[in-house]
């Protein structure tokens, strides 16, 4: 594949294809973190050239914990992406965030324990990215305009990722309620944050598909719940990507695509060559 994909799309559960892509293949792509979650679906949407990749795998095979989201992120920028759009399914951890919503977070809050597996740093290179504004808003603002078009969307809110694959006990939901967060899912954060260290622009359609467990009329969340949900908004995220992907100004610098400009603290003259040829591309624009 010589034609570079400045897009991408990566889908969380029940979006496993992207019928909205045409002229595609299944790209196969080598990382020197692993292997990806699957191959990438590549091939053009509103002129543009996009790779999509389903995010637990074909056939919905790896747990939120086995994510490889280095080699996932890596993978993105080897195939010349500066644009992520994350499509995922979470819970609503408030009355007005009802299933069928779509929510478009502006910031994560993390209740994972595998940090080690959150950064491409380490090994004799140390860098420390600006996060305290985690989602590009410039492609969280054009999400948010195509997902208005498809259904009800909501600007901005707290994504808490928690460690899974269990749902959450009352006891965490409410304690989640009680500090305000808007949604919980099992998958983000870390995608996130390699992004960002990857100095990809990237936002969060967080598609809501059931109560967590905390609210009293739905009961506790099920698996056939959210599959219910996640059929109806599936089609409704193929829309979505449809609309979004021409509206994306490829032409913008945004503060992420220089997010390493001042965050790598380790002397260059210190840096490992075996770090550094396993960091690759994700250093390749300071490697000058």
């Known amino acids: 594949m010589d034609t570079p994909c400045e897009i991408g799309v990566v889908g969380g559960s029940g979006l496993y294809e992207m019928d909205c892509i045409t002229d595609t293949q299944w790209v196969r792509v080598e ?5 990806p979650s699957d191959e990438f679906l590549v091939g053009s949407l509103g002129g543009r050239r996009v790779a999509f990749l ?3 795998g074909r056939g919905h095979r790896i747990l939120p914990s086995e ?3 280095r080699a996932n992120i890596y993978a993105f920028k080897k195939l010349g992406v500066r644009w992520l759009v994350s499509l995922s399914a979470v819970g609503s951890l408030k009355q007005e965030l009802a299933p069928g919503v779509f929510v478009l977070p502006s910031q994560f809050y993390d209740r994972t ?3 080690a597996a959150h ?3 380490g090994n004799g ?3 420390h990215i600006s996060f305290a504004h985690p989602v590009c808003p410039v492609l969280q603002q054009v999400l948010y305009t195509a997902a208005s078009t498809t259904g009800s969307a909501v600007l901005g809110g707290t994504y808490v990722n928690m460690e899974g694959p269990a749902f959450s006990t009352l006891a965490e939901s409410e304690e989640n309620r009680r500090a305000g967060f808007d949604v919980i899912g099992m998958t983000n954060l870390a995608e996130a944050k390699c992004a960002r260290e990857a100095e990809i622009s990237y ?3 967080a598609m809501v598909t059931d109560y967590d467990c905390w609210h009293q009329e739905h009961g506790a969340v099920t698996v056939d719940m959210v599959i219910a949900c996640l059929k109806a908004n599936a089609e409704r995220a193929r829309a979505l990507v449809a609309s979004a992907v021409p509206a994306i100004p490829l032409g913008t610098e945004t503060k992420a695509h220089s997010a390493l400009k ?3 603290m380790t002397d260059r003259r210190c840096w490992p060559q075996a770090t550094v040829d396993k960091l690759g591309l994700v250093l390749s624009s300071h490697l000058g």
């Open 31 to 35: 990382t020197p973190w692993g292997d």
């Open 54 to 56: 389903p995010r637990h």
């Open 67 to 69: 994510l490889n989201h």
């Open 113 to 115: 324990k595998n940090s």
């Open 119 to 121: 950064t491409f740093f």
């Open 125 to 127: 290179i140390v860098a």
């Open 203 to 205: 936002a969060t359609v």
């Open 262 to 264: 001042n965050a790598i």
